[in-house]
């Protein structure tokens, strides 16, 4: 299985942020946000999208993502994930 991390969740200053403005057009998850905006709401939403797919690989998961910030900072995460305990 594979995810593609789009420009809707970024890595800055430290911290993992999301930016619902980035989401793919046909994506109809945030479809009422426009009128009545919810930044907490679509944040949510957007974490939440990402956290059931990159979940549900039963034998792996290959992750690509489009901000190089974010790829770091997940690839520093797994291999911390991999490291023997001492």
Do not use: F, W
Request: proline share 6%; charged share 35%; aromatic share 6%.
């Amino acid at each position: 299985m594979g995810v593609i991390i789009g420009l809707d969740l970024r890595y800055e200053n430290g911290h993992v942020i999301t930016d619902p403005s980035k989401r793919a057009k046909s994506d109809q998850s945030l479809r009422g946000l426009k009128k009545r905006p919810n930044p907490e709401l679509a944040d949510r939403i957007v974490r939440n999208t990402y956290k059931v797919l990159l979940t549900r690989g039963q034998k792996g998961c290959y992750i690509y993502c489009q901000d190089p910030a974010l790829r770091d900072y997940m690839k520093k995460r797994i291999e911390k994930m991999n490291l023997p305990e001492a």
